[in-house]
């Protein structure tokens, strides 16, 4: 037993390893198909994107080993550690950090930038594992669920700050995993039933929207004093006064921040996406640009390097951001399956996994790998199609950047060598 503990590469879960080297194979391909321009190719070279992405790879895979030589306990043991490392790196980015299309998000090292809410998603999932496993720790007692809230919303507090919101709202996949463990699905609800209202605000304006809840909440009400006669009345009339000015507040709130606060450019992507603006040149340029380099790929895609719009650079940013319109046009609808496929049975082998665990620090860090995962996905894949705004987060494993594949190699590495060593008795 104790020779298998140290082997660094005994009980890890190969299909996991082959899914990881599919998905950063594929995707620097398409890396390379987004960003080719010159007829010379520099494969190990700062001087071209494809070039940079296949030099993070290369040093992914020290920071691969390093990871699995570390004792699987010794992340559960450091992880508060690693959590309020990481809040400091989000601090120091405000005096030190380099601001970047209106953000201070990086850390500049000369040719290599590093942006630390990549690798925070890690610690931060490291922390929620370690306090939801504890014995003593009761997830029904509400200062409980207030510890779990300030852990998973603090980091996302500071990215927002930078600003960064695309960044910032992946924080909302920590509910999956907090819902898993107990937190009631009331919590879940809730938040759809504002985002509805939001969008519900934005499209057909505050008064509407207003006059219309309230006259379904009181027609409710009436139905439930129908039927629970002056009892009703009596114990919940100031309750639904509350939800009426909670609402009130809310919707008016909405409105009057999206009209009057919010930016510009991130209104108008609202506006577009909700077909109350058409703009195929301004704002909604990239959107646009990238449905319709999608759909030119038909069933089969043009083939590889024959993308006339991938290689015209049609599409601003196609390498990060927009990395799956360039499958989507050269490989077509069966590549882009193929692509969804591969991340759906990353996550199915992660969650199945994750569930074998009777190490529940294990477990609970498995689902937080996988909802930050699928949060990526979903969110990416609709922006680049046209069915979320453009918020600017990557596609894991596939968009261009070093802090973007290095930070969602360790969130996977690390549970593979948790995954490695769990029915192991340290």
Known sequence: MRQEQNNIFAGIDWILILLYFLLVAFGWM???????????????????????????I????????????FNSKFYEKYSSIFYIISIFSLLLLFPFGKEINGAKSWFNFGVLGLQPSEFVKACTALAVAKLLSDRQYNFKLIKNQIK????VFFPAFLIFLQPDAGSAIIYLAFFFVLNREGLTLNYILL??????????????????????????????????????????LRFNWFKLIIVYA????????????????????????????????????????????SELTISSGGLKGKGFLKGDLTQGDFVPEQ?????????????????????????MLLLYRIIYLAETHTNKFGRIYGYSLASILFFHVIVNIGMVIGL?????????????????LWGFTILLFIFIKLDAHKNYDF
């Open 30 to 56: 398409n890396i390379y198909a987004a960003s080719k321009t010159e007829e010379e190719v520099e494969l190990l070279s700062f001087s071209t994107k494809y070039g940079k992405q296949l030099i993070f």
């Open 58 to 69: 290369c040093c992914a895979i020290p920071l691969i080993i390093t990871i699995l030589f």
């Open 148 to 151: 779990a809230f300030i852990i």
């Open 191 to 232: 938040g759809s039933g504002f985002i509805i209202l939001f969008i519900l605000t934005i499209f057909f304006g505050s008064k509407w929207v207003f006059l219309f809840t309230i006259s379904l909440i009181t027609i409710l009400a009436a139905y439930l004093f129908y039927k629970g006669g002056r009892r009703f």
């Open 246 to 289: 909670i609402l009130g507040i809310f919707i008016f709130g909405t409105g009057y921040i999206y009209k009057n606060v919010l930016p510009s450019h991130q209104k108008d992507r609202f506006d577009i996406l909700l077909g109350k603006k058409i703009d195929k040149t301004g704002i909604g340029y990239n959107s646009y640009q």
């Open 319 to 343: 390498h990060t951001d927009y990395i799956f319109s360039t499958v989507g046009e050269e490989w077509g609808f069966l590549g882009s399956s193929f692509v969804v496929i591969l991340f």
């Open 388 to 404: 979320l705004p453009t918020i600017g987060i990557p596609l894991p494993f596939f968009s261009y950047g070093g802090s973007s």
